[in-house]
């Protein structure tokens, strides 16, 4: 009788042990291939700079037209960093007996553009003017060139 109990339980032992090992067996490993995922459609954006002449800091006239020109195609470099990252602003207010004393806002903004495009420069007056286009098909051209997105192509489990 004990040694029927016995056989009974060694059995069950390995029926369960088998069991246990074909059930693991149903996790498969895998391996995932990626490919690159390309937008419908891309944005482009538009930023105009502007810069005086007369207040840039040179006594020749020449210098202070090229002057404007950086300072025009600088501002609106940042008007296109404000249009794809936003602006960062920062606020202060101190107050003394319940009285306002000093109110501060800072802005800022902070990211990188490539691909843009100067679409005009002029004169307009006093005032050098420079128009930029961004379009966001070269700057995922740009991207795609330099990292891989990825994109769920095939998996294949083992």
Known sequence: MVNTMIKHLLKTSILSCTLFVSSCSMVYDKHVQWEAAKPD????LQAIGQAPISLQKSKHKTQRMLMAINASKLAA??????????????GKTS?????????????SIKGIIRGAKVVKSYPVGDTYTTELSLDFKDVYDIYAASTRS???KDTQYY
């Open 41 to 44: 459609s891309f944005p482009v």
């Open 77 to 90: 470099y940042a008007e296109l960093a404000e249009q794809v990252y936003g602006q960062q602003i920062d």
């Open 95 to 107: 107050m003394s007996n319940l009285l306002m004393n000093d109110q501060q806002l800072d802005a």
């Open 150 to 152: 990825k994109r769920i």
